[in-house]
């Protein structure tokens, strides 16, 4: 098991950015890949990234590609999300999740998640 903690959301204006952060903690992240879902209200929580445990591979969500750019470090258990280009859509909380094997878009195939990270763009 893998215990995530998420940080680094806030209230940007459109266009803005920010960086988001996951710090794990528990097993090894060896063969873990970890990823970054998001939910707005009256929505469905829904794969935004994800990255695999050697971080040779990416995955995004069509909305995101060209804006946000995901990461780890290994070495630090820390899992990054830079955010550009903010628009009002993107508004949600942001989820921090982990798996064993590959990446994934469904929800319901990650073990692990962190508590959530509000994300607010303001037009």
């Known amino acids: 098991q893998v215990q995530l903690v998420e940080s680094g959301g806030g209230l940007v204006q459109a266009g803005g950015s920010l960086r988001l952060s996951c710090a794990a903690a528990?097993?090894?992240?060896?063969?873990?890949?970890m990823g970054w879902f998001r939910q707005s209200p009256g929505k469905e929580r829904e794969f935004v990234a994800g990255?695999?445990?050697?971080?040779?591979?990416?995955e995004y969500t069509d909305s995101a590609k060209g804006r946000f750019t995901i990461s780890r470090d290994n070495a630090k258990k820390t899992l990054l999300l830079q955010m550009n280009s903010l628009k009002p859509e993107d508004t949600a909380i942001y989820f921090c999740?982990?798996?064993?094997?590959?990446?994934?878009?469904?929800?319901?195939?990650?073990?692990?998640w962190g508590q959530g990270t509000q994300v607010t763009v303001s037009s």
């Open positions: 528990g097993r090894t992240l060896i063969d873990v890949a």
């Open positions: 990255i695999s445990w050697s971080g040779e591979t990416t």
């Open positions: 999740a982990a798996k064993t094997g590959a990446i994934v878009t469904w929800d319901s195939a990650w073990n692990d």
